[in-house]
């Protein structure tokens, strides 16, 4: 597997809608783990494959202080959301240094297969609640700046290129 890197906003291929992953095998636990290296070196709680530009059904999260708790959602569906939302501040890998906030339910239980291709229910609440949504989202090609207003939109995303550009200039001088 080619070195995985993170996609940022405003980049197209964030906006893909993932397929189902049909079998989870040797690639997909690779997959996963390469996942794994890239959140835990970016120091991100969550990472949905679509960010590194392969469009199947796959997350990884680690909402531990510890970061020894990893969860991994394979085709994850959720199957009751609550009706109770609050809205909190949201960040992501693919938009770096924006933080804004954004309104989700405050649980939900969600089914998924897991890396031994078992089928699990998860109740989760708080921040985990809150990141299997913003990383389900990803799957349906939708980035949490597209909650905000398109005027906050839109500078965030003047910001990202901007941020970009001097990447790529000071990567060259
Ligand atoms: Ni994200």
């Known amino acids: 597997m080619t070195q995985l890197t993170i996609l940022r906003y405003p980049d197209p291929r964030l ?29 991100g709680i969550g990472l949905a494959a679509t960010q590194v530009d392969v469009h199947e059904r796959l997350i990884v999260i680690d909402v531990s202080e510890s970061r020894d708790q990893p969860l991994v959602l394979i085709n994850p569906a959720i199957v009751w959301a609550s009706a109770e939302t609050r809205v909190g501040d949201e960040g992501c890998l693919s938009v770096p240094g924006i933080y804004d906030g954004v309104e989700r339910s405050i649980a939900v239980k969600v089914q998924a297969l897991d ?33 905000l207003s398109p005027l906050k939109r839109n500078r965030i995303k003047t910001k990202m290129i901007k941020q970009k550009k001097d990447e790529e200039r000071d990567s060259v001088s």
């Open 15 to 43: 906006h893909t809608v993932a397929i189902p992953v049909t079998a989870v095998d040797a690639r997909l636990r690779k997959l996963a783990g390469a996942m794994f290296e890239i959140m835990y070196e970016a120091a």
């Open 115 to 147: 890396l031994d291709g078992k089928l699990c229910v998860h109740s989760a609440e708080g921040m985990l609640a809150v990141c299997i949504q913003h990383e389900m989202d990803h799957l349906i090609g939708k980035v949490f700046v597209e909650y």
